[in-house]
């Protein structure tokens, strides 16, 4: 990884994070403990719309680590910076943790096998993208 930063830093200001959740307020917190801590060199933060992980935000994701953070308040970030980008030492209660299975896909959901046939062992129907009662283009 060729990454020009020590940590960077991903804050989730999506239409959830950002609008429902307030996440500006996260980044300005981030801004702040990076000169609170003396952090000014080698961490980029970045704003992002959307990880697809809408109903577990505000959500924050640190490379080059890969570490997901969910529920994350202003009070939290003190923390993350102190601790993660500081120390290397993630913030476990604030790791990214499925809380539900996903809901179904359309395809699992509704699945578009013709009459008689099995749908395949551990994976979604196939699809009948062109409506002619088969699977696939034809
Ligand atoms: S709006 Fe933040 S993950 Fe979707």
């Given at each position: 990884?060729?990454?020009?930063?020590?940590?960077?830093?991903l804050?989730?200001?999506?239409?959830?994070?950002?609008?429902?959740?307030?996440?500006?307020?996260?980044?300005?917190?981030?801004?702040?403990?990076?000169?609170?801590?003396?952090?000014?060199?080698?961490?980029k933060?970045?704003?992002?719309?959307?990880?697809?992980?809408?109903?577990?935000?505000?959500?924050?994701?640190?490379?080059?680590?890969?570490?997901?953070?969910?529920?994350?308040?202003?009070?939290?970030?003190?923390?993350?910076?102190?601790?993660?980008?500081?120390?290397?030492?993630p913030?476990e209660?604030?790791?990214?943790k499925?809380?539900?299975?996903?809901?179904?896909?359309?395809?699992?959901?509704?699945?578009?096998?013709?009459?008689?046939?099995?749908?395949?062992?551990?994976?979604?129907?196939?699809?009948?993208?062109?409506?002619?009662?088969?699977?696939?283009?034809?």
């Amino acid at each position: 990884m060729n990454l020009p930063y020590r940590k960077h830093v991903l804050i989730c200001i999506g239409p959830r994070c950002g609008n429902e959740r307030n996440s500006n307020r996260v980044r300005q917190e981030f801004r702040k403990e990076f000169v609170r801590q003396n952090m000014m060199t080698g961490i980029k933060e970045t704003p992002c719309v959307c990880f697809g992980l809408c109903s577990y935000g505000p959500n924050v994701i640190v490379y080059p680590d890969g570490v997901v953070y969910s529920g994350v308040r202003p009070q939290d970030v003190a923390q993350i910076v102190r601790d993660h980008l500081g120390s290397g030492r993630p913030v476990e209660r604030l790791l990214f943790k499925k809380k539900e299975e996903p809901p179904q896909t359309c395809a699992e959901a509704i699945p578009s096998v013709p009459d008689g046939v099995a749908p395949p062992a551990g994976g979604p129907a196939p699809v009948d993208s062109d409506g002619d009662g088969q699977s696939g283009d034809s």
